[in-house]
């Protein structure tokens, strides 16, 4: 069997990478801070180690979504789906009645759901000012793909039922960008009318990990593993990882996709992914805004003058999106 050819490299010798003063002194406090190594990932076939896995990580952030929560007024309803749940939030002050956004949560596709869902989009309504649906989709390692997908479509159909799709915006961070651009496509090929908007941060777009960023973020971004293979292989179960509802960044883009808006951070080792699906929509004629932060890692600066930047960028695309303001090629 033949060797396959080595790719040529670029050594790049080891050597400190100082905390920039180009951000906000609070982005610069954040940097600062020593994390924790995350814990490692269990083996594929040892289901009860995920669950423990998943259980643990949402217990450690629940008390912060939580308190992040309390500070936001706003109603909240649960909707049942049959297999999925969702948490309907309209805030109390400064609510736009003009659509709903469909959130779709992110966590590695393992993590975040239940009450760290319903806390999350509590906050997001807070600092959006919109109507919210946020899915609280079944996950793995009990529930690999499809059945994520599978769930945020029937929310998609049920939202669908009570408003018009161009009064819906869909996104996501993280693996919720993947599970919303995935949504997109796969409603398209079902025939379903498309959302107005699409709103992708920090996207998980390619599980193949081909992109640059990969290896020149890899060590850098302060949270995201060096090594995403194995909650890849996890979700997936065995699927094409290029296939295009698990890597929407291969998909079909030419044939309907609505005006969308990607951010990255500059040491976020998803941001090839941003970059390369920005490229790939403005190819394929759609409207793409991009957005890189600064220093940021993956998930951006929480709690510093850069995230409230990003989320007026987000207020002004999803209310643009309602308001028929960006073009959308059918």
Same mark, same amino acid.
Request: a negative charge; hydrophobic letters at 45%.
């Given at each position: 069997?033949?060797?396959?050819?080595?790719?040529?490299?670029?050594?790049?010798?080891?050597?400190?990478?100082?905390?920039?003063?180009?951000?906000?002194?609070?982005?610069?406090?954040?940097?600062?801070?020593?994390?924790?190594? &995350?814990? %490692?990932?269990?083996?594929? #076939?040892? +289901? $009860?180690?995920? =669950? *423990?896995?998943?259980?643990?990580?949402?217990?450690?952030?629940?008390?912060?979504?939580?308190?992040?929560?309390?500070?936001?007024?706003?109603?909240?309803?649960?909707?049942?789906?049959?297999?999925?749940?969702?948490?309907?939030?309209?805030?109390?002050?400064?609510?736009?009645?003009?659509?709903?956004?469909?959130?779709?949560?992110?966590?590695?596709?393992?993590?975040?759901?239940?009450?760290?869902?319903?806390?999350?989009?509590?906050?997001?309504?807070?600092?959006?000012?919109?109507?919210?649906?946020?899915?609280?989709?079944?996950?793995?390692?009990?529930? &690999?793909? %499809?059945?994520?997908?599978? #769930?945020? +479509? $029937?929310?998609? =159909? *049920?939202?669908?039922?009570?408003?018009?799709?161009?009064?819906?915006?869909?996104?996501?961070?993280?693996?919720?960008?993947?599970?919303?651009?995935?949504?997109?496509?796969?409603?398209?090929?079902?025939?379903?009318?498309?959302?107005?908007?699409?709103?992708?941060?920090?996207?998980?777009?390619?599980?193949?990990?081909?992109?640059?960023?990969?290896?020149?973020?890899?060590?850098?971004?302060?949270?995201?593993?060096?090594?995403?293979?194995?909650?890849?292989?996890?979700?997936?179960?065995?699927?094409?990882?290029?296939?295009?509802?698990?890597?929407?960044?291969?998909?079909?883009?030419?044939?309907?996709?609505?005006?969308?808006?990607?951010? *990255?951070?500059?040491?976020?080792?998803?941001?090839?992914?941003?970059?390369?699906?920005?490229?790939?929509?403005?190819?394929?004629?759609?409207?793409?805004?991009?957005?890189?932060?600064?220093?940021?890692?993956?998930?951006?600066?929480?709690?510093?003058?850069?995230?409230?930047?990003?989320?007026?960028?987000?207020?002004?695309?999803?209310?643009?999106?309602?308001?028929?303001?960006?073009?959308?090629?059918?």
């Amino acid at each position: 069997m033949a060797k396959a050819e080595a790719r040529p490299v670029r050594h790049v010798p080891a050597r400190d990478i100082p905390i920039p003063l180009s951000v906000s002194p609070a982005a610069q406090a954040i940097m600062a801070m020593r994390r924790p190594d &995350p814990p %490692p990932y269990p083996p594929l #076939d040892d +289901l $009860a180690g995920w =669950r *423990a896995y998943a259980a643990g990580v949402n217990q450690a952030i629940l008390p912060f979504l939580q308190a992040q929560a309390a500070k936001v007024e706003a109603s909240v309803q649960e909707l049942d789906l049959g297999e999925a749940l969702i948490f309907d939030v309209v805030p109390g002050a400064a609510a736009d009645e003009r659509g709903v956004f469909l959130d779709i949560h992110g966590g590695a596709f393992i993590v975040g759901g239940g009450a760290c869902c319903r806390a999350e989009a509590i906050s997001l309504a807070g600092a959006l000012g919109v109507h919210i649906w946020s899915v609280d989709y079944r996950a793995p390692p009990d529930h &690999p793909y %499809p059945a994520s997908l599978d #769930d945020c +479509l $029937a929310a998609y =159909r *049920a939202l669908l039922k009570l408003r018009r799709p161009e009064e819906i915006v869909i996104g996501g961070a993280s693996a919720g960008a993947n599970l919303s651009a995935a949504l997109i496509l796969k409603a398209r090929d079902e025939g379903l009318p498309l959302p107005a908007g699409c709103v992708l941060l920090t996207p998980a777009l390619d599980m193949t990990n081909s992109g640059d960023s990969f290896e020149t973020n890899k060590g850098l971004d302060a949270v995201l593993p060096a090594d995403m293979n194995a909650i890849n292989q996890l979700y997936a179960s065995g699927h094409d990882l290029s296939a295009p509802y698990l890597s929407p960044l291969f998909g079909d883009l030419k044939n309907g996709f609505p005006p969308t808006l990607l951010s *990255a951070g500059t040491r976020d080792l998803f941001l090839s992914n941003a970059v390369r699906m920005h490229r790939a929509l403005r190819a394929a004629g759609v409207h793409a805004e991009l957005h890189v932060i600064e220093a940021a890692s993956h998930g951006n600066f929480h709690g510093a003058p850069e995230e409230d930047d990003l989320n007026r960028e987000v207020r002004r695309f999803i209310r643009g999106c309602w308001a028929g303001r960006f073009p959308f090629v059918p």
